[in-house]
């Protein structure tokens, strides 16, 4: 439950500034959440397997500084219901292990934060959104084709989408987006690196390495916003490097080689964007030390 009670002195409307406001409230809900799976061994030394599981995310309140009358409603409880189906198992003599997986995931009374504005000035909020929808297909891999060569490599295909849209009550902004895409999901992504090494001196190993991820546009807000749309990109990275025999390892890192420019998180008002920056928003280089003991 909750009890909230803001107190405001301003006699006349002023952007930013919230009306004085008091409320209480309290909820109660029992449910359940829980997994059931099969699994099959295969000849070659695999496994297969098959699991459904539901999910489940209590009820809430928006008990926040700028709480209004419509915050006082209950956000119900998120419920899912996940179907996946898969199979793990080595290919070209054990030199390699595949992963392969297709899912089907429902939520329904989806909740997730509803950017909103109110006497001017923007508000965050969490509603329930509705159903949505994820499905799709991922296959991960890890190889080692000699003894002194790895490689490994993970993609996604995901077309998530919002199934049917319920529109908070109280909203100021647009609620047409039934059939968008989720966000912060890409439709497709992926990852692909390789590591390599050699004999230096009796004592020590030189070390190269190289990886890359990329991925799709990506919405990073629920109202669907075009300003918060990031672009699909790629960034690479990469290391040189010695280890020895006793556990010391040094690495010289160079992140982001190609100096991609990108956003980890997006915002839009009506008077301003928001944009959250990753470590790895430009190229950089490092030094790792490391020690096993």
């Not at 409307?13 to 449910?31: H, K, L």
Request: proline fraction near 7%; include cysteine.
């Amino acid at each position: 439950g909750f009890n909230f009670g803001r107190v405001a002195n301003v006699q006349k409307t002023v952007p930013g500034i919230q009306p004085a406001f008091a409320a209480t409230g309290s909820t109660d809900d029992t449910n359940y959440m829980g997994r059931l799976g099969l699994q099959a061994n295969l000849p070659v030394g695999g496994i297969a397997y098959l699991t459904w599981s539901r999910g489940y995310k209590g009820p809430a309140y928006n008990p926040a500084f700028s709480m209004l009358p419509q915050d006082t409603i209950v956000v119900r409880p998120e419920i899912s219901h996940d179907w996946e189906a898969g199979i793990k198992m080595p290919v070209l003599g054990h030199s390699a292990h595949v992963d392969l997986s297709i899912f089907h995931d429902t939520v329904m009374d989806f909740q997730v934060p509803w950017h909103d504005v109110y006497n001017d000035s923007p508000i965050t909020r969490l509603i329930n959104a509705g159903q949505v929808t994820t499905q799709g297909v991922e296959l991960g891999f890890v190889a080692r084709p000699f003894a002194s060569v790895s490689l490994h490599g993970d993609a996604a295909y995901d077309p998530t989408r919002i199934d049917h849209f319920s529109c908070p009550p109280g909203t100021s902004a647009g609620c047409n987006v039934t059939g968008k895409p989720l966000p912060y999901q890409p439709e497709w992504q992926g990852v692909l690196g390789f590591d390599l090494h050699g004999v230096l001196t009796p004592r020590y190993r030189w070390l190269f390495g190289m990886d890359g991820r990329a991925q799709t546009n990506v919405q990073y807000s629920i109202n669907e916003t075009p300003q918060t749309i990031q672009g699909g990109y790629a960034i690479i990275n990469g290391y040189v490097g010695i280890d020895s025999d006793d556990g010391w390892q040094l690495r010289v890192l160079v992140k982001n080689i190609a100096d991609r420019f990108y956003s980890s998180y997006l915002a839009y008002s009506a008077n301003y964007l928001q944009r959250f920056v990753p470590r790895d928003d430009h190229r950089y280089f490092g030094i790792s030390i490391h020690k096993e003991f």
